[in-house]
């Protein structure tokens, strides 16, 4: 149907199909084109911006996909190496570069938390075994404050009967 009537279809990122008329169409279609070095803006049609003022019919309006890390972005952004000082990152950085310092970010606090388990699973070990060498034990202080919850309530008992 595309084919008989000729028309432009847009299939995700810069990826752009042309179907006219009796055309086949893998012959039409033209590859996306290489994305934009590290650090370097990007842009929703994939190209450069262009100031040649109106742009024609069947154009894309080029809109810069960056923003302004905030402080913690900027912290997220030196703790995971992407940058060595804070006078180093740019005012506009790609949402792309953020997100990938975040889920690293993310990864290194989870590699953290399982550090600190394991060192807190050893310290509970040898508290444990320094409450054995004690004779303590959960049993032991359980009927201790059992025994002396009775007493509290004798006495109790006591002071209200006199």
Not at 87 to 94: K, L
Not at 104 to 117: F, P
Request: glycine share 8%; aromatic share 4%.
């Amino acid at each position: 149907m595309l084919r008989a009537v000729g028309s432009l279809l847009r299939l995700g990122r810069g990826l752009t199909v042309r179907c006219g008329p009796g055309a086949p169409l893998e012959a039409t279609r033209r590859p996306t084109p290489a994305l934009p070095p590290r650090g370097l803006p990007c842009y929703s049609s994939g190209g450069a911006p262009s100031n040649s003022g109106p742009q024609g019919h069947g154009e894309i309006h080029r809109v810069p996909t960056q923003r302004r890390p905030s402080q913690f972005d900027k912290k997220i952004l030196l703790w995971t190496g992407r940058f060595k000082s804070m006078e180093e990152i740019p005012p506009r950085i790609p949402p792309e570069m953020i997100d990938t310092a975040r889920n690293k970010a993310r990864v290194k606090a989870c590699y953290i938390m399982i550090g600190l388990t394991i060192i807190a699973c050893f310290a509970v070990i040898v508290s444990a075994k320094r409450a054995v060498e004690r004779h303590e034990s959960l049993t032991s202080w359980n009927l201790a404050k059992k025994a002396k919850w009775r007493e509290e309530a004798a006495l109790a008992a006591q002071a209200k009967a006199k």
